[in-house]
Structure formats: C-alpha cells, structure tokens
C-alpha cells in the first residue's frame, strides 16, 4: 500500500477541485474562476511542501503534473464550448499532454524510472502559468479576447510548442 505524505494529499484535492471547476463552469458560475485559482495554488504548495519536508513521492511525482493537465485541460474545453475558442489551443496543449504522458507511462514500465521522469523545466512552469492566466482571464472576460488575453494565449502558446520540443527530444533521446 502506497504511503501518501501532506503534498500528496494536496495534489489529489486538485483532482476534486477541478471536478468541482468543470461543474460550476458547465453552470456558468462565477464562483468557477476561484475555484480554478485556488486548484492553481494547489500546484505550488504540493511541490514546495514535498520539497521542504524532503516527502516527495512516486505517487507524487506521477499523479502531479496529471493533476497539472487535467486542471489546465478542464479550462481549455470548457472556453472551447462555451466560449467558442479555437480547437487548434486545445489540440496543441493535448499534444503536449499526450508526449508527457508517454514520458509517464515509459516510466511506469521500465526499471530505470529515472531516465524518463520529466523533472519540471522551467519552460514547463512558465507554459502551465501563462495557460493559466489566459484561462482565468477569459473566463473573468466572459470569453472575451482582450489584448492582455490574447498576449497570454500567444505567450503560452509558444511556450507549449517549445515543451514539445523538449519533451519529444527526450523520448527520441530515451527510445
């Protein structure tokens, strides 16, 4: 049975926040965007928690950045079928998911896990940041594409093509 520590604990209250984000959102509640911010700060704490207390997990190491996408996700599809935003955003990040994934799923497999965990980059940290503040300002925009809107959506989409790279050069380097 898999021990879980404080940080893993917080990581899994994002999976329930972000089950609760996608209901408000499908709502059309404004209480959504708190709750997508609040699974944000989730992010940080569970990983600056792990690393304080020396508690970082396989558990944690595996279901954080999934949590990370699910959240990032939810946002996306829900301002593609609300709001009408371009599939191209969502396909893009999904790329980026699914390399990940991969990543993730080598790892489980394989007994030198280590040579396929994809510790955070910092080019990763600043693609998940910027997807999100595009998502929370749409949704605090009503969908609406303002300028600092669209700076974030081109911003976070360069950095999601520059993730792929990253990530792909890593499978291509692992297989």
């Known amino acids: 049975m898999v021990k879980l520590k404080i940080a893993d604990y917080i990581t899994l209250s994002r999976y329930l926040l972000t089950l609760i984000f996608i209901f408000l959102i499908l ?10 911010i609040i699974a944000l700060i989730t992010d940080f704490f569970d990983g600056y928690i792990a690393r304080k207390r020396k508690e970082t997990t396989a558990f944690g190491t595996v279901l954080d950045p999934i949590a990370d996408r699910f959240l990032i996700l939810s946002g996306v599809l829900a301002l593609i079928f609300i709001y009408d935003l371009s599939i191209l955003w ?18 489980l497999f394989d ?11 910092m080019i990763s940290k ?18 609406a594409l303002n300028k600092i809107t669209l700076s974030f959506i081109i911003i976070a989409t360069i950095m999601n093509i520059a993730t792929i790279i990253s990530y792909s050069h890593k499978i291509i380097k692992k297989i």
């Open 90 to 107: 969502a396909i893009l990040i999904m790329l980026r998911d699914i390399i990940h994934l991969i990543l993730l799923i080598f790892s």
């Open 27 to 36: 709502k059309r509640s404004n209480i959504a965007v708190i709750i997508f």
């Open 111 to 121: 007994k030198n896990k280590e040579k396929y965990v994809t510790h955070t980059i």
């Open 126 to 143: 600043i693609t998940t940041v910027t997807q999100a503040l595009a998502i929370i300002s749409m949704l605090i925009l009503g969908g």
